[in-house]
Nanobody, 127 residues
Framework: QVQLVESGGGLVQAGGSLRLSCAAS????????MAWFRQAPGKEREFVAT????????YYADSVKGRFTISRDNAKNTVYLQMNILKPEDTAVYYC????????????????????WGQGTQVTVSS
């Protein structure tokens, strides 16, 4: 079982930046993939970005490409989401997720494709 704890959310003005962190514990992560999802009020949870723990290759939703960057620190077992040029439509609860088997060449973007979830952190972007 993997435990995930997010931090770094908050209130920011449009055009500003935030960095979210997700501290992972409980397993070794060499075969894992990690992702960030978000859920706005009244909407379904949606994919934001994903990263392979081994090798660090990444994939992004079109809505955040060029503005958000996902990265990981192997030594700290932590995944980050750097969010720049934030927009009011980025307002949501952001969740960190882990998938134990991230083999092959595909990137996983579905909510049901991840095994473990954090509790979420609120990001609010004011206009």
């Amino acid at each position: 079982q993997v435990q995930l704890v997010e931090s770094g959310g908050g209130l920011v003005q449009a055009g500003g930046s935030l960095r979210l962190s997700c501290a992972a514990s409980g397993r070794t992560f060499s075969s894992y993939g990690m992702a960030w999802f978000r859920q706005a009020p009244g909407k379904e949870r949606e994919f934001v970005a994903t990263i392979r723990w081994s090798g660090g290759s990444t994939y992004y939703a079109d809505s955040v490409k060029g503005r958000f960057t996902i990265s990981r620190d192997n030594a700290k077992n932590t995944v980050y989401l750097q969010m720049n040029i934030l927009k009011p439509e980025d307002t949501a609860v952001y969740y960190c997720a882990a998938r134990g088997d991230y083999s092959g060449y595909a990137y996983y973007t579905g909510v049901n494709q991840y095994d473990s979830w954090g509790q979420g952190t609120q990001v609010t972007v004011s206009s």
